[in-house]
């Protein structure tokens, strides 16, 4: 069964920690992606990747981090320096030759 | 930059009426243009792109370069079109190849 998979569903985290939420996808895309989806405010690119090893701030990257080291996975650090990370994570993939995106279920992330 | 831009974060209508979601782009060069569509519990897919010029559920987008839009309409409204629709612009070359930017959504509501 082919697709984009994150995980957890939903991260309950502490503050002052660092979290990590994984992307997998087994659709073999070369591209992927990390928004953040906040009420009012859509979705906004935090980081993306074109091709192992390489990867792109978006427009919010500050207080994130990722890496690319397979490309099946894109896993996203949010980290403590990120003021506000309570919100709901996307994590989405594309083809280079086929430009529509595949989404993942989401992460919905809990800072208590 | 880019931006893309949408005005309305809701609309009404009722069944049967047409109607008209606003898209907004702003990109020096020549991007891709796409409308993306979340159903209640459902993930963010694809509704269509301004290359294939096609019409998918009764919806259609003309890209207008001139006035930078590309507005999502159909003519009659279903109760089941009620979603979040979102608009998105794809960079297609450049150092930001691959840059995959969304608006702010709109939530269309259908009343029988």
């Known amino acids: 069964d082919g697709g984009i998979t994150q995980s957890p569903k939903y991260l309950f985290r502490k503050e002052g920690q660092n979290v990590t939420l994984s992307c997998e996808q087994n659709?073999?895309?070369?591209?992927m992606y990390w928004y953040r989806q906040d009420p009012g405010q859509g979705l906004r690119l935090i980081y993306y990747s074109q091709i192992v090893n390489d990867f792109q701030k978006g427009d919010i990257a500050e207080g994130y981090s990722v890496s690319r080291e397979k490309k099946e996975s894109f896993p996203l650090t949010v980290t403590s320096a990120q003021k506000n990370p309570t919100a709901f994570y996307l994590c989405?993939?594309?083809?280079?030759?086929?430009?529509?995106?595949?989404f993942g279920q989401g992460t919905r992330l809990t800072v208590v | 930059a880019q931006r893309v831009t949408q005005p309305e974060k809701l609309l009404s209508v009722f069944k049967g009426a047409p109607v008209e979601l606003k898209c907004n782009y702003s990109?020096?060069?020549?991007?891709?243009l796409f409308w993306y569509v979340q159903y209640s519990r459902q993930r963010l897919q694809l509704l269509l792109r301004h290359i294939s010029r096609e019409s998918i559920k009764g919806f259609t987008a003309d890209l207008n370069k001139g006035e930078t839009s590309f507005h999502l309409k159909k003519p009659f409204a279903q109760e089941e079109d009620s979603a979040m629709y979102y608009c998105a612009l794809k960079i297609v070359g450049g150092t930001s190849y691959g840059k995959l930017t969304f608006g702010q959504g709109t939530i269309l509501t259908v009343h029988p």
């Open positions: 990109y020096s060069g020549s991007p891709e």
């Open positions: 989405a993939s594309t083809s280079l030759m086929n430009t529509e995106a595949f």
């Open positions: 659709l073999n895309h070369d591209a």
